[in-house]
């Protein structure tokens, strides 16, 4: 079964670019989509389409997909960009979800 | 503004029952497909279970597949999950999300989901 493999954890200083990798056979060949999800909050998406941002997320949120990995980057973190953060994609009749990778604003 | 609200959780007996509800505002809810996703207790996301705008096409994760069924009622704006034979693997937060693409036939919208609920908590416990 095919399956999304993201790091369980990313520290970033504040100000600098965080990366957040997701890894799956040819998921370039795939739409890939990131949630945040702040503690005890519900995911919000936040990068669809591979590299579309929904209206009201910042511009410092963007996504890039190829090959067999899907990259969220954040420019410029913030404190509040502390989250899980989720990777999705679809594969035959099946929605799935990348295991989560927590981001620390150190 | 868009709105999703789910009620039903509690806690169940392994082998019980329970129906969770989904009560949609602030979108027309008969033009988008809608997921239940759950998050077990400091777990990541799970996809469980989706259906098309207009009821006619369900899928569901192997994990829940003959004992979670997926519904809907356009006119009352609500999604349902009905919750049979529950195993403790199935405690978890219960989310439901929309899809982001209106009258999208496949479960392939690739838009992704772009509303969630607050979600409701379901214990599956002796």
């Known amino acids: 079964s095919y399956e999304l493999t993201q790091p369980p954890s990313v520290s970033v200083s504040p100000g600098q670019t965080a990366s957040i990798t997701c890894s799956g056979n040819?998921?370039?060949?795939?739409?890939a989509c990131w949630y945040q999800q702040r503690p005890g909050q519900s995911p919000v998406l936040v990068i669809y389409q591979d590299t579309k941002r929904p209206s009201g997320i910042p511009e410092r949120f963007s996504g890039s997909n190829s090959g067999n990995t899907a990259t969220l980057t954040i420019s410029g973190t913030q404190a509040m960009d502390e989250a899980d953060y989720y990777c999705?994609?679809?594969?035959?009749?099946?929605?799935?979800f990348g295991g989560g990778t927590k981001l620390t604003v150190l | 503004q868009v709105q999703l609200v789910e009620s039903g959780g509690g806690v169940v007996q392994p082998g019980g029952s329970l129906r969770l509800s989904c009560a949609a505002s602030g979108f027309t809810f008969s033009t988008y497909a809608m997921h239940w996703v759950r998050q077990a207790p400091g777990k990541g996301l799970e996809w469980v279970a989706f259906i098309r705008y207009d009821g006619s096409n369900k899928y569901y994760a192997d994990s829940v597949k003959g004992r979670l069924t997926i519904s809907r009622d356009n006119s009352k704006n609500t999604l349902y999950l009905q919750m049979n034979s529950l195993r403790g693997e199935d405690t978890a937060l219960y989310y439901c999300a929309k899809d982001g693409v209106p009258f999208c036939s496949t479960i392939s919208c690739i838009d992704g989901f772009d509303c969630w609920g607050q979600g409701t908590l379901v214990t599956v416990s002796s």
């Open positions: 040819n998921l370039g060949d795939k739409f």
């Open positions: 999705q994609a679809w594969d035959s009749s099946t929605v799935l």
